[in-house]
T-cell receptor, first 114, second 116 residues
Framework: DTAVSQTPKYLVTQMGNDKSIKCEQN?????MYWYKQDSKKFLKIMFS???????INETVPNRFSPKSPDKAHLNLHINSLELGDSAVYFC?????????????FGPGTRLLVL | AQKITQTQPGMFVQEKEAVTLDCTYD???????LFWYKQPSSGEMIFLIY??????QNATEGRYSLNFQKARKSANLVISASQLGDSAMYFC?????????????FGKGITLSVRP
């Protein structure tokens, strides 16, 4: 009964490939997020969806495309992978997008681009 | 714009002692939330504690308490009776309200090592 799950947990791929990471939450939350944690452990938001609507889109290369088929799922597709995309990608969810709402994180997907 | 500052180098504490992890923030939002997360070596992000900017009392959750000083813009995490399992990286984060959206901004994190 994992609250926020991500697949795959590890992803090793070649430069130039296209890959997807899937995220699902069973908490009934309305808002979901993608974060990137770089090699220095710095966490930065990439995207946020509220009820399938994109509400936050940070300055992320357009090779990254999020998709939310329903409010329990938020997937991240990455085209033409580059070495600099190597990082840990976290999905998170919160009940709503308000100030007080705690975000709960998935286990992370460790992406290594060779 | 929001900013979270965590400047302590790696912290060490003896098992069973208390430790304070520092966090200062900067924001122009009138209402905001402050959060602490723990990231053990296994990599997951674990929510620890939340403090609202208008909360009158400091937040507490078990062995975790938040020393919130609004005028100084600080939100330090206090861990009492440290355990070996507390060894991890700790992130302070802030969520402000800017228009229709609010983002969670993280600090760079502090590594805590608990010595037996």
């Amino acid at each position: 009964d994992t609250a926020v799950s991500q697949t795959p947990k590890y992803l090793v791929t070649q430069m130039g490939n296209d890959k997807s990471i899937k995220c699902e939450q069973n908490l009934g939350h309305d808002t979901m997020y993608w974060y990137k944690q770089d090699s220095k452990k710095f966490l930065k938001i990439m995207f946020s969806y509220n009820n399938k609507e994109l509400i936050i889109n940070e300055t992320v290369p357009n090779r990254f495309s999020p998709k939310s088929p329903d409010k329990a799922h938020l997937n991240l597709h990455i085209n033409s992978l580059e070495l600099g995309d190597s990082a840990v990608y976290f999905c998170a969810s919160s009940p709503y997008r308000g100030v007080t709402e705690t975000q709960y994180f998935g286990p992370g997907t460790r992406l290594l681009v060779l | 714009a929001q900013k979270i500052t965590q400047t302590q180098p790696g912290m060490f504490v003896q098992e069973k002692e208390a430790v304070t992890l520092d966090c200062t923030y900067d924001t122009s939002d009138p209402s905001y939330g402050l959060f602490w997360y723990k990231q053990p070596s296994s990599g997951e992000m674990i929510f620890l504690i939340y403090q609202g900017s208008y909360d009158q009392q400091n937040a507490t959750e078990g062995r975790y308490s938040l020393n919130f000083q609004k005028a100084r813009k600080s939100a330090n995490l206090v861990i009492s009776a440290s355990q070996l399992g507390d060894s991890a990286m700790y992130f302070c984060a802030m969520r402000g309200y800017t228009g229709a959206n609010s983002k969670l901004t993280f600090g760079k994190g502090i590594t805590l090592s608990v010595r037996p």
